[in-house]
């Protein structure tokens, strides 16, 4: 059973950086390629980054190419989500989830889902 619970978020200015981590207190984390997804209000779900297994492969959206980094330690059974120079458009709930096979952007993909966590990105 895979359970996720995102923290890290929190209120920041423009330019500024956070990090957002996800720890899965299952046994079968290393199993599961992982995601950062959010919502803004009033909008959909939206794809941000994922990671193989592994940590071999990465992909991110284009609007965050350059600025966020997602990452894993599976030793930790956590994913991280590295945010710089973040903008006011960047704010959102941010979620993490997991999925077994390969990472895909899309929501229907993945199976699992953490709480999400709340980035506010003040200008």
């Known amino acids: 059973q895979v359970q996720l619970v995102e923290s890290g978020g929190g209120l920041v200015q423009a330019g500024d950086s956070l990090r957002l981590s996800c720890a899965d207190s299952g046994r079968t984390f290393s199993s599961y390629a992982m995601g950062w997804f959010r919502q803004a209000p009033g909008k959909e779900r939206e794809f941000v980054a994922a990671?193989?297994?592994?940590?071999?492969?990465?992909y991110a959206t284009d609007s965050v190419k350059g600025r966020f980094t997602i990452s894993r330690d599976n030793a930790k059974n956590t994913v991280y989500l590295q945010m710089n120079s973040l903008k006011p458009e960047d704010t959102a709930v941010y979620y993490c989830?997991?999925?077994?096979?390969?990472?895909?952007?899309?929501?229907?993909?993945?199976?699992?889902w953490g709480q999400g966590t709340q980035v506010t990105v003040s200008s």
């Open positions: 990671i193989s297994w592994s940590g071999d492969s990465t």
């Open positions: 989830a997991a999925e077994e096979g390969m990472p895909s952007s899309w929501v229907s993909e993945y199976e699992y």
